[in-house]
C-alpha cells in the first residue's frame, strides 16, 4: 500500500458541499470511494467541530481508494 496524506486529502474533500461532490473531488484527485464510504466520510467530515483521532483511525482504517493513475487501491492512513 501506498502511503497517503490523509490530513491533505482530508482537508480538500471537507470543502465538498454533498456526497456526491465528493466522490467526484475524490476522482479529480485520482481517486475513487465506494459509495457507502462517501457517504460515511461526507458525514464525518460534516459534523460540527473538528474529527476526533478516534474518528479519523476509524476513516483512514478502513478507507481504500483507487487511484486511477496507479491503476490499483490505495490505502490511506497517516
Not at 470543502?15 to 464525518?44: C, H, R, W, Y
Amino acid at each position: 500500500m501506498e502511503n497517503v496524506n490523509i490530513r491533505e486529502l482530508l482537508e480538500k474533500l471537507q470543502t465538498a458541499k454533498s456526497v456526491e461532490e465528493l466522490v467526484e473531488m475524490a476522482k479529480a484527485n485520482g481517486a475513487e470511494i465506494a459509495p457507502d464510504k462517501a457517504e460515511e466520510l461526507f458525514a464525518k467530515l460534516n459534523a460540527q467541530g473538528e474529527l476526533s483521532d478516534e474518528d479519523l483511525e476509524k476513516i483512514a482504517g478502513g478507507l481504500y481508494l483507487y487511484d486511477h493513475l496507479r491503476g490499483k487501491y490505495v490505502e490511506i492512513f497517516f
